[in-house]
């Protein structure tokens, strides 16, 4: 690893103050790390400074009603241990079940996968069927983003400079699903995924794509022909038509573009059965 | 390149205190070469063997991807102490006993990820998901049915 000066602020404030001065300095944001250190240790990514969240007011989790809101340094395993969760939000808790292995997810965070922004996060898809409000502090100030508009491309977000992720925000528990096809099912990264939820307030589902360059992202026009709650089997076929001829769907180092082509409607009609089930699915 | 002030860890019981730990260096490396913890293995050095398992204040940890300077102040443990508590000495016993272990090279990490589940949910942890959870620990020669006994034989009878 190329040497670098690691710096724990005690607090928010100076935790923004320290990214906001020296701007030469090549700097990365620490979390659980788990991303980062290999980019760093692999020589990918060059800092000279690394500032740690670790001592920031940020390792949270709370539901104010059926509003959930969880803190960006807060440890995806933690998740995993609210009674809640597999009830309102079920895509959520599978799709943190899928990153990497239980003592990865000691130290992974929501905020480092969503500030990292892979192609391959297993979260986003599901921040995005959730529409999730990503919460950045920074030197102007508190801001919401959705996270749709958050993440932009590969190892790119819409954080400015000397701006953290303190939280995420789910508007509302909805019937979800979140599904993936691996070489590997444990510990591996997605070929392909698919996250499906209905929203009760505007009576719509979303589907989001994850997996495929150069970000998850959402494809409403495959949503649109779902319908109400519990969608016929005829939707359910022409949504999976349209993922199907989705131009993401394109050939790299995991998957050719005719596999994830078969592989998408599959997927799909899985993840609507799973979340149109009373209760969601057994776990 | 260090901020320069002495780190302290408690290390399989004993607080040990290091003055010239560089910022980057990895937990990983600090036990095996600092303090010659050899019982924890680097197998991938990515996140993807599970061979680095330790526990840090009783969760399960890769120290590849930690840095040492990260878990200042908790409480480690590594291979090398695991059986003085009882789970932990079940695990190991329960390994040994099933003969799950061809090189062994993979059994640190093993050993350390099931002490760390048995100690968070204990005997009640239905024997897939303890299995399922076990899937961030890689072994290339047992072809796991081995393995799979001992977790079975460790969970029936951890205290």
């Given at each position: 690893m190329a040497p670098f000066v690691l710096v724990t602020p005690e607090t928010v404030e100076e935790a923004i103050r320290e990214l906001a001065r020296d701007a030469r300095t090549p700097t990365a944001v620490l979390a659980g790390g788990t991303d980062l250190l290999l980019d760093l240790d692999e020589g990918r990514l060059e800092a000279d400074r690394v500032v740690s969240l670790r001592r920031l007011p940020w390792r949270t989790l709370s539901w104010d009603g059926s509003v959930l809101t969880i803190g960006s340094t807060l440890p995806l395993r933690a998740l995993e241990a609210d009674p809640s969760l597999a009830l309102r939000h079920p895509a959520l808790l599978d799709a943190v079940r899928a990153v990497g292995g239980v003592a990865l997810r000691h130290r992974a965070t929501v905020g480092g996968n969503l500030g990292r922004?892979?192609?391959?996060?297993?979260l986003v898809p599901v921040l995005l069927v959730l529409d999730a409000e990503v919460e950045v502090v920074g030197p102007s100030g508190l801001r919401s983003v959705e996270v749709d508009r958050f993440v932009r491309a590969s190892r790119e977000t819409a954080l400015a400079r000397a701006?953290?992720?303190r939280s995420v925000r789910f508007p509302e528990p909805r019937p979800s699903a979140y599904l993936w096809q691996r070489v590997r099912p444990a510990n591996d990264i997605s070929q392909l995924s698919v996250a499906v939820a209905f929203s009760p307030s505007d009576r719509r589902w979303r589907i989001a794509l994850g997996g495929v360059p150069p970000r998850p992202l959402l494809v409403p026009e495959a949503a649109a022909a779902l319908g109400g709650p519990v969608p016929e089997e005829i939707e359910v076929r022409e949504a999976a038509a349209v993922m199907a001829a989705h131009r993401s769907l394109v050939r790299d180092r995991r998957a050719s573009d005719e596999y994830r082509r078969k592989l998408v409607g599959v997927l799909l009609a899985r993840a609507v059965r799973a979340a149109t089930r009373i209760g969601g699915p057994p776990r | 390149m260090s901020e320069g002030r002495p780190v302290h860890l408690t290390v399989n019981g004993t607080a040990t205190s290091m003055d010239e730990l560089p910022d980057d260096e990895l937990l990983l490396d600090t036990l095996r070469w600092r303090l010659g913890l050899k019982g924890t293995k680097e197998g991938c050095r990515t996140g993807d063997c599970g061979a680095c398992t330790v526990l840090v204040d009783g969760e399960t940890t890769l120290s590849c991807l930690t840095l040492a300077r990260e878990v200042e102040g908790t409480s480690i443990t590594t291979v090398e102490a695991v059986a003085r508590d009882p789970v932990g000495g079940a695990v190991v016993a329960a390994f040994a006993e099933s003969g799950a272990l061809q090189c062994g090279y993979c059994t640190p990490g093993f050993v350390m990820a099931l002490t760390g589940l048995l100690k968070e949910g204990g005997r009640e942890t239905p024997l897939p998901r303890l299995l399922a959870e076990l899937g961030g620990n890689l072994c290339r020669c047992t072809g796991y049915a081995a393995i799979a006994r001992a977790v079975e034989l460790a969970r029936a009878r951890a205290p």
């Open positions: 922004s892979a192609p391959a996060s297993d701006e953290l992720i | -």
